[in-house]
């Protein structure tokens, strides 16, 4: 039973930075594919980024892109997202999630494990 756990949320300004953590536990993440998705308050959760497990490929929403960037600890089994120039539209709940098969997808039914979430509100 694979068990992700996200931390690192909390409340910043507009311009400002965080970085979010996602432990992985439970299996050997190896050949894995690790997400990154968001859920603003009324909204469909939807796609931020992805990373594979050698972290040779990635995927970022056109939203993030240039402003995120997904990494990974594969020692640690724990994967990042650093988040600059945040904007109050960032403002939502953030989730990890873990893939079994290839691919790097954007639709959240194709994500096999999720974790529980962490608050990331940006003030304007």
């Known amino acids: 039973q694979v068990q992700l756990v996200e931390s690192g949320g909390g409340l910043v300004q507009a311009g400002g930075s965080l970085m979010l953590s996602c432990a992985a536990s439970?299996?050997?993440?190896?050949?894995?594919?690790m997400g990154w998705f968001r859920q603003a308050t009324g909204k469909e959760r939807e796609f931020v980024a992805a990373?594979?497990?050698?972290?040779?490929?990635?995927n970022y929403a056109d939203s993030v892109k240039g402003r995120f960037t997904i990494s990974r600890d594969t020692a640690k089994n724990t994967a990042y997202l650093q988040m600059n120039s945040l904007k109050p539209e960032d403002t939502a709940v953030y989730y990890c999630?873990?893939?079994?098969?290839?691919?790097?997808?954007?639709?959240?039914?194709?994500?096999?494990?999720w974790g529980q979430g962490t608050q990331v509100t940006v003030s304007s």
């Open positions: 999630a873990v893939r079994q098969s290839a691919g790097l997808y954007t639709t959240p039914k194709y994500w096999n494990n």
């Open positions: 439970g299996r050997t993440f190896s050949s894995y594919r």
């Open positions: 990373i594979t497990w050698s972290g040779g490929s990635t």
